[in-house]
């Protein structure tokens, strides 16, 4: 089987040459984790967003969207609390020269923990087969609880050192595991530093008049500030939900692992306000929500995990990751936070404006608590797209690879093929798509053999292809075929829009969250 990394660096290097993803600015080497989105990266984009903005705004009576603007005026994030503590403690290896995250560092070292743990449960799982009971062997066999004791205490004392900036300390453990540069080698670190990953800007033509501006590390800032303007215009009663999708933007210190970390992404953000007090209930129900919403798209229970906090940022009272199975191993995918008041309480403090909401059942005023659930566009394509990518062995022997993308996210739902480029058979090919294009995105592939063409569409991830042949002009069936089961079926060609919408359709696929 291949490894993680080679894993890895097939979705990076397929995700290009199918027109899905490539570096910023190629032609002149790249811009460190930045990235553009080709045409069917667009495709796939759009569609994630729209499954996101539709269970989230669409279903939902309760929450209305918004678009606000990337730049705000600086003092937002001087309450929002950016301008002190939006840090990474950052360290660099004096011979290599090589800058790092430090509480990365510890936890990649961690993760190596980990790894032997996973090791030692499978090697067990292949040695009692059936009759393996894996909690009892977790919480029993020595190695394993070790290994496990050892990974706690280091993520507990990197959690205290951090959230008491006792930054000598994140060296020091640094230090004692010592953990060498992945570079370099060795273990000739500087001290650890904080550094601010807001990019800074100018607004204004003279130089005396510019104002300093910063790009916003967060859409969610822009829901706070309009708050009261979507309550009093929308008539909005507690509870009620503000979302938005929007360019974020951070000056991330370890830019790496492709589009999971870059500098310029995309966040899908829902604030949802409510009544100080029932933050618990609301936490576990949105964590819930969400989580059903990962799980509709089919990409399979054992690849999604909560992820409790130890280390709170300076605005929750609690919060949890869902992290998915990257090649790269469980990351976080989305976060969900319960911030209290804190945002709104300090827009309060910092503009002199009143932001609260009057709670006619409670005949009372008071500053809502929120809690904000956010996941990056661009990590839930890359979960997608790393999860769908297979090389699949055939009943022949042969290979083919192919990207099972959930049909409701597919660039691409219909390739539709003419069998021989004459007869008559393109011009039915091109009546089929002009019929289709109304509603789903259809492509015309008329090159090579057929074979070679349910490949090419296979590998670029489209749901399903028509084929027009000769039998079409007597009797005007087609065959309709499945990407992932390959099978083919005949069918008339009246037929073709419902047969594909049943698969692709966005209604079908949100049912699975009502
Ligand atoms: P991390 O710990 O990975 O840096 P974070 O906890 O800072 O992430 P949040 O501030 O909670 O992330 O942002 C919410 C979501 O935005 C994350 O769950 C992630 O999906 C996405 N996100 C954050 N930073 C980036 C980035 N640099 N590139 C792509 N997506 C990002």
């Not at 606000?68 to 004096?94: C, E, Q, R, Y």
């Not at 080698?185 to 990019?199: A, E, Y």
């Not at 209930?281 to 409790?308: A, I, P, Q, V």
């Not at 804190?342 to 008071?366: N, R």
Request: hydrophobic share 40%; aromatic share 10%; proline share 3%.
């Amino acid at each position: 089987m291949a490894n993680q990394e080679d894993i890895f660096k097939k979705v990076i290097s397929h995700a290009k040459e199918y027109g899905y993803v490539a570096q910023s600015s190629e032609i002149y080497d790249g811009l460190s984790a930045v990235y553009d989105y080709l045409q069917n990266g667009a495709e796939l984009k759009k569609n994630i967003r729209e499954y996101w903005w539709q269970a989230m705004v669409q279903l939902h009576e309760n929450i209305v969207g918004i678009d606000a603007a990337i730049f705000m005026h600086p003092t937002t994030w001087k309450a929002s609390g950016h301008v002190d503590a939006f840090n990474d403690p950052l360290i660099d290896n004096k011979d290599s020269k090589k800058r790092y995250r430090a509480d990365v560092l510890v936890e990649d070292h961690v993760a190596k923990i980990e790894a032997k743990i996973e090791k030692e449960v499978a090697k067990a799982a292949k040695r009692f087969g059936d009759a393996f009971d894996e909690a009892q062997f977790r919480s029993t066999n020595t190695r394993v609880m070790d290994y496990q004791e050892k990974a706690d205490t280091i993520i507990k004392r990197l959690a205290r050192s951090l959230e008491k900036e006792d930054l000598e300390d994140v060296k020091n453990l640094i230090l004692e595991l010592e953990i060498v540069c992945p570079v370099s080698g060795s273990k000739n670190w500087t001290d650890v530093k904080q550094f601010n990953l807001m990019f800074g800007t100018k607004l204004g033509a003279s130089a005396e008049s510019a104002m300093d501006l910063y790009l916003r590390p967060e859409t969610a800032q822009g829901i706070f500030v309009n708050f009261l303007n979507v309550q009093k215009s929308g008539r909005m009663k507690i509870p009620f939900g503000i979302a938005q999708i929007g360019k974020a933007f951070r000056n991330e210190i370890v830019a790496r692992q492709f589009i999971f970390r870059m500098r310029e992404f995309e966040q899908m953000e829902m604030q949802f306000f409510i009544r100080p007090g029932t933050q618990k209930e609301w936490y576990e129900s949105w964590k819930e929500t969400r989580m059903k919403w990962h799980l509709s798209l089919g990409m399979g229970e054992d690849n999604y995990r909560f992820h409790d906090h130890e280390k709170l940022a300076h605005y929750a009272d609690a919060a949890a990751d869902i992290e998915f199975r990257f090649p790269f191993g469980f990351k976080e995918l989305e976060g969900i936070h319960s911030r209290t008041d804190f945002d709104l309480g300090s827009h309060e403090k910092y503009s002199g404006k009143k932001l609260q909401y009057f709670d006619p059942e409670l005949e009372e005023s008071y500053v809502p608590y929120v809690i904000e659930t956010s996941i990056g566009l661009d990590r839930m394509f890359l979960a997608v797209l790393a999860h769908s990518l297979v090389d699949e062995e055939l009943d022949n022997g042969s290979t083919r690879t192919v990207l099972k993308i959930p049909a409701v996210l597919a660039p691409t739902k219909a390739a539709v093929l003419p069998l021989v480029k004459k007869d008559g058979l393109p011009e039915i090919a091109h009546q089929i798509i002009d019929d289709l294009r109304l509603d789903f995105n259809v492509t015309y592939d008329d090159k090579d053999a057929v074979g070679r063409r349910y490949r090419r569409q296979d590998a670029a991830g489209t749901p399903f292809c028509i084929t027009v042949d000769h039998q079409t002009l007597e009797d005007r069936t087609v065959t309709l075929r499945h990407r992932d089961s390959m099978e083919q079926k005949r069918l008339p060609i009246e037929e073709l829009h419902t047969a594909i919408d049943r698969e692709v359709g966005m209604r079908h696929w949100l049912k699975k969250i009502l």
